[in-house]
């Protein structure tokens, strides 16, 4: 990695587009959290909040498992190659190419519709079974059949969700591939917002406080509101992405070809994607089950994820989004050399800005929760079980945002098979980690294990596709990596002297101790960046000066 230090970073117009992503996604984040926080005030974390989380879960995990991991893994990069395959063809071929390409993209478009029709349907006919699955070894401080009776008629609304998730995914990929990243990025803020008013609605349907699990099976209008919320938020996020696509020059028809070679490529390229999904969803429903439903930890480990994607979604989503067509590109054109520039720019990009997230996510992990969600039926105990699971999560986001990116380069390789056995690993040491540590610190445990299972399995993707792309050294890597560390470093001793002598864990004290720590963190990590020198900082500055 001789290069000039330009020549590692995007073009200006790759700067645009993180800032368009990285927009849309803080404020659909933001959004989200407003909308959990609204539910915590209302319903608390009781076994109802638990059956909630599983149910609504339902619907993420069927559609990964069947169709999403299918899209987001392989569509972008086919897209993109569709797009690129022929950017060199003589003014003769180029309409008949276009045509080709717009074929396949409308054979691809067709079939997955009728894919995510019949999986939803066939989910919707399992609903019981499959709230089961996440309920299998519930508290027993709680009515099971109770319990399992509500969560199944929760999950029937919520699995509507499933063609929503695939319309969106399927819209997603096409807008990216043209690098049009608006929509996506925006458009999940209005689910939000119509999920935030169905729940407002809530207390004017019952005299529970909090709500219980009664209010699901005998209130009609607490139960459709408490589900539909969720899912005409999907819904309205799902048309407006759909709305999107048809503004660009894809004029797509329903015309589902089951046997276009494109169609039969993308499952070619999904079938290890398959098994990715599959290895996820197993995890999943062994963490909820540890989490014992039904006694609040499942809720509990759920928001504390909630709040360390915000993080990771406003800042290293954004990067991968917008990187990931680019690397498609440079491996279509079988640029070794500039692959692996953009993907070591990629990843030090990532490194500066999750670092410092994941260790303000440690120290502050207690005063957050009760700011921001310990209000109304969420109480005392409910804020120190939850700031127990992200203060064992926080250190997991390093690893998890560079694991995900680092993926995103095999798969802009047309590589799904390689993720597969890196995921299946990750998985495996997940539920070691967890069988491990549970028994001991409870939800705590279950956090810890997130965190070493995806460490150590980002520094192996890394060494894995160095042996791929030899020309990506992860030693340069991550020597490049270490004026980062020692400015993170710096910074959470700074957060950790200032959260010690200032504010307290809850109320205005934890908007003293929070509001200090980001101010002096933030400010301490800016400096230590320029005395270390990181190359970053000066690279995004004189972009934005460029824009501007």
């Known amino acids: 990695m001789s290069e000039s230090r330009s020549s590692l970073y995007p073009e200006s117009g790759l700067l645009r587009s993180n800032l368009t992503v990285a927009a849309g996604t803080a404020l659909s984040r933001l959004t989200g959290l407003a909308r959990i926080i609204i539910f915590g005030v209302i319903v608390g974390q009781t076994a109802l909040a638990d059956a909630f989380d599983a149910a609504n879960n339902a619907p993420n995990a069927i559609y990964e498992l069947f169709i999403g991991g299918v899209l987001s893994a392989s569509l972008v990069p086919l897209f993109t190659r569709y797009s690129s395959d022929h950017d060199g063809d003589h003014r003769a071929d ?39 699955l996440f309920s299998l070894y519930p508290s027993a401080g709680i009515d099971v059949a ?36 608006f929509a996506a990025a925006w458009s999940p803020v209005l689910a939000n917002c119509v999920a935030i008013a169905f729940l407002l609605l809530l207390p004017l349907t019952t005299t529970s406080s909090p709500p219980s699990l009664l209010d699901v099976l005998d209130n009609q209008t607490f139960k459709l509101l408490l589900g539909l919320g969720s899912t005409l938020g999907i819904a309205t996020m799902a048309i407006v992405m759909y709305l999107s696509v048809r503004t660009t020059d894809l004029k797509l028809r329903f015309r589902p070809n089951f046997s276009h070679p494109a169609v039969g490529q993308l499952l070619r390229l999904s079938l290890w994607t398959l098994g990715y999904v599959v290895a996820n969803q197993i995890a999943l429903v062994v963490i909820k089950n540890l989490a014992s439903p039904g006694s609040g930890n499942v809720d509990a480990y759920a928001k504390a994820m909630v709040l360390l994607q915000l993080p990771h979604g406003l800042l290293a989503v954004s990067i991968a989004t917008t990187f990931m067509p680019e690397l498609a590109r440079r491996s279509a054109a079988r640029d070794e050399i500039g692959f692996a520039q953009q993907m070591t720019s990629g990843l030090r990009l990532t490194a500066m800005l999750v670092f410092p997230s994941g260790i303000g996510l440690l120290i502050l992990s207690r005063p957050i929760i009760g700011l921001v969600l310990q209000h109304g039926n969420f109480d005392v105990a409910a804020s120190i079980n939850t700031g127990r699971a992200l203060s064992g999560m926080a250190l997991g986001l390093i690893g998890f945002s560079i694991y995900l990116f680092t993926l995103r380069g095999f798969y802009a390789r047309n590589d799904a098979r390689t993720p597969f056995f890196i995921n299946l690993f990750e998985n495996a040491l997940n539920i070691i980690f967890a069988f491990a540590l549970v028994g001991r610190y409870g939800v705590l445990g279950l956090g810890l294990a997130f965190s070493l299972a995806y460490i150590v399995a980002a520094l192996v993707a890394l060494v894995v596709l160095h042996v791929k792309v030899e020309v990506l050294s992860v030693p340069s890597v991550l020597r490049s990596l270490s004026p980062i560390v020692a400015a993170t470093v710096v910074m959470g001793a700074a957060v950790y002297l200032c959260a010690k002598f200032v504010g307290t864990d809850y109320g205005l004290g934890a908007l003293a101790r929070v509001g200090s720590g980001l101010a002096v963190g933030g400010t301490v990590y800016w400096l230590a960046l320029i005395v270390f020198k990181v190359d970053e900082l000066r690279d995004l500055k004189s972009r934005l000066r460029r824009k501007n």
Do not use: W
């Open 94 to 132: 180029h309409s008949a190419n276009q045509i080709a390409d717009h074929g396949a993209t409308e054979a691809i478009f067709s079939v997955t519709l009728v894919a995510l029709v019949v999986c939803t349907g066939l989910a919707i006919l399992a609903a019981p079974q499959i709230f089961h």
């Open 146 to 181: 109770q319990f399992r009776s509500a969560g199944t008629m929760l999950t029937r609304i919520f699995l509507v969700q499933i063609f929503f998730y695939g319309l969106s995914a399927l819209c997603s990929a096409l807008l990216n591939s043209r690098r049009k990243f």
